[in-house]
């Protein structure tokens, strides 16, 4: 059966510093990929997608995943990040499986 | 374009109460999904609607909820009755296809007291 794991539930960094989140997949093909970031009161807004081809997905607000199958994992990345960024973030599958989410703050 | 809309924001009731909770997809995105999160578990995936018809209904906890999608438009997903374990945030998310980027409401919190 399909999985996603985020191993980490909540994750503290300085404003600027740079960002890894990690997740990783239990899927026999390759899957689709996806990272969701959750703002307080809002709905979850798709951040990147990995389908096929280039294995480092560029998405918005200067997000990055890299998608790697010997490891399993599609580890979200930002280099330097923002206070506008603390929110929820959470990896999923096309297949309507999520993994539990990792909620960042923000220290200026 | 209009964005995924659900009523009611939040909504308490009691246990036993009866709470029916609406998703108003994006225009033309024939598939619709239901998702719930009970307070820092994971999103958990309900059902699947495509247009009118039930895809997968794997993930509804028991008979007590009942979703439905007349007209293939809106969607409505019914409590009843409710227990307190039900309590949690329920968000509505469209597509244009399966495995296609979905698109989310921001969700209903159902608290039952």
């Known amino acids: 059966a399909q999985s996603v794991t985020q191993p980490d539930i909540h994750i503290t960094v300085s404003e600027g510093a740079s960002l890894e989140l990690r997740c990783n997949y239990s899927y026999g093909a390759t899957p689709y990929l996806f990272w969701y970031v959750q703002s307080p009161g809002q709905g979850l807004q798709l951040l990147l997608k990995?389908?096929?081809?280039?294995?480092l997905v560029q998405g918005i607000k200067g997000f990055e995943a890299e998608f790697k199958r010997s490891q399993s994992s599609f580890n979200l990345r930002k280099p330097s990040v923002h206070w506008s960024d603390a929110a929820e973030y959470f990896c999923?599958?096309?297949?309507?499986?999520f993994g539990a989410g990792t909620r960042l703050t923000v220290k200026p | 374009e209009a964005g995924v809309t659900q009523f009611p924001s939040h909504s308490v009731i009691e246990k036993g109460q009866t709470v029916t909770l609406r998703c108003d997809p994006i225009s033309g995105h024939d598939n619709l999904y239901w998702y719930r999160r009970v307070m820092g578990k994971e999103i958990k995936f309900l059902l699947h609607f495509v247009k009118e018809s039930k895809q997968d209904e794997s993930g509804m906890p028991n008979n007590r909820f009942l979703a439905e999608r007349t007209g293939g438009t809106y969607s409505t997903l019914k409590v009843q009755p409710a227990e307190l374990e039900d309590s949690g945030v329920y968000f509505c998310?469209?597509?244009?296809?399966?495995?296609?980027?979905?698109?989310f409401g921001p969700g209903t919190r159902l608290t039952v007291t």
């Open positions: 999923a599958t096309a297949y309507m499986r």
């Open positions: 990995y389908f096929s081809g280039d294995t």
């Open positions: 998310a469209s597509s244009r296809g399966p495995g296609w980027e979905q698109y």
